[in-house]
């Protein structure tokens, strides 16, 4: 059995890198010794219509994509059946050729269909939409803000000092130490910009902003920490090109008072843009250190931060009623740990959307 799924493995990998005749040949073998049946290689013949995509002489551009299209869609109706390690497989030949708009329709089949991903995934993910990054610009003041373009969204990243910001932006860019990082609270000192993909055609851009947490007199006096607060409500309250609030929440611990006042800061930042005809921010809660939690202490600092979101959401208002927001656990639930939350209740952690 073993050798059967070498082979199984070794003919979609062939398909992945292109090795398209060695791969038929195995394919054939295994088939008709009924080793494995046509639908066992669906992920190969995939990668091969995407590769084939890209190398056609075909020059209009809806012929060229028809076959590689009409394989995607019939994997994304099988996409249960498949295991993880042949669904990236899919995943990085869309990445090679950075075709980003498949990939998310991908990812969003996958989530539809409650099919987890692993870090593979999202590193493959984090290789197709990340070309290139812009990391140098810093700002103290409002006036010292890097231009705002509404062609380059911007996500910004906030919560309670030392709860992992950095090491976010790092995770999701897929660099190991774009954003510095530290063990001692209060290393973040300025609004930190990391522009993605600036001036690329084949790959849209956006930005990451790293800012300060907030809370650790320990390490910073109480007139910069007031100056801080100051310039993330005027940059929520003001910034034309934010698109995405992600607050970040120590799963080890309840909502605490820093975080119960960035919710404050938030309210009045989107009532201030209401006023002023500005468009809303989304607003995403990220449950960070899932990993060090039991199941029950994660349940309860879900629990906790639920109550809040739902007065959140009832104050920041749109026209069609309110804004989204999503609780996300990182790293997810392990199954693995005895200690962390059962497989049949990973649905119910790892993503929660309060409406």
Partial sequence: IATDKFFLRFALNCYANGLFETARHVEKILITDNIANKEDFQSGHVCAAIQQSQTTTVKDFTLKMKPCREELAKFHENIRYHAIENINLVIRSLAKFRMTEEIFDLFDCLRANRVKTNSESLEFLANAIVATIDAGEKA???????????????????????????????????????????????????????????????????????????????????????????????????????????HLIDARHKVTQNDKEMFEIAIRSAAERKTGGESLFQYAIILTKADKVTKKVLQDTIRDVEKYTQSVLQSIETGSGVVDASILTIPPPSAADSDSVDRKDEDDVEEIVVR
Wanted: charged share 25%; glycine share 4%.
């Fill in 140 to 246: 103290d003041t409002m006036k010292d803000l890097p231009k705002s373009s509404l062609k380059i969204p911007e996500i910004v990243f906030v919560g309670r000092s030392n709860v992992g910001k950095s090491s976010l932006v790092n995770c999701l860019f897929n660099r190991k130490a774009l954003a510095s990082t530290s063990a001692t609270p209060g290393h973040t000192k300025h609004f930190h910009f990391f522009v993605a993909n600036r001036d690329r055609t084949d790959v849209p851009p956006f930005c990451f902003v790293d800012v300060p947490g907030l809370g650790y007199a320990e390490t910073v006096d109480e007139n910069k920490q007031v100056s801080w607060k100051s310039l993330l409500q005027r940059y929520l309250s003001k910034r034309e090109s934010l698109k995405l609030v992600c």
